[in-house]
């Protein structure tokens, strides 16, 4: 199994940047394909990044390209969410996920959640 802890978020002003982690334990970390999830107040959990178990691959949702980077360091067993150019529609609770299956855009594919990092980011 792999266990995963968010941590990194805050309070931040438009414009400003932040970079959250997810530190996961488990000595496979390296097989598994990694996702960002956020939740805002009162909708649904969406997809937000995801990197596959190389970091050779990448996918984000549209909202956020160009701002955000996920990358990972299979040696320190953490994967990474640079976020830039925050804006007030970027808060939310965001969670890490791990997948053993797939580089997955769909929250249902993911084995493994974190309990979440809050993001706020004010106007």
């Known amino acids: 199994q792999v266990q995963l802890v968010e941590s990194g978020g805050g309070l931040v002003q438009v414009g400003g940047s932040l970079r959250l982690s997810c530190a996961a334990s488990?000595?496979?970390?390296?097989?598994?394909?990694m996702g960002w999830f956020r939740q805002a107040p009162g909708k649904e959990r969406e997809f937000v990044a995801a990197?596959?178990?190389?970091?050779?691959?990448?996918y984000y949702t549209d909202s956020v390209k160009g701002r955000f980077t996920i990358s990972r360091d299979n040696a320190k067993n953490t994967v990474y969410l640079q976020m830039n150019s925050l804006k007030p529609e970027d808060t939310a609770v965001y969670y890490c996920?791990?997948?053993?299956?797939?580089?997955?855009?769909?929250?249902?594919?993911?084995?493994?959640w974190g309990q979440g990092t809050q993001v706020t980011v004010s106007s």
């Open positions: 990197i596959s178990w190389s970091g050779g691959t990448t």
């Open positions: 488990g000595r496979t970390f390296s097989t598994y394909n």
């Open positions: 996920a791990a997948d053993s299956k797939v580089v997955s855009q769909s929250s249902w594919q993911y084995d493994y």
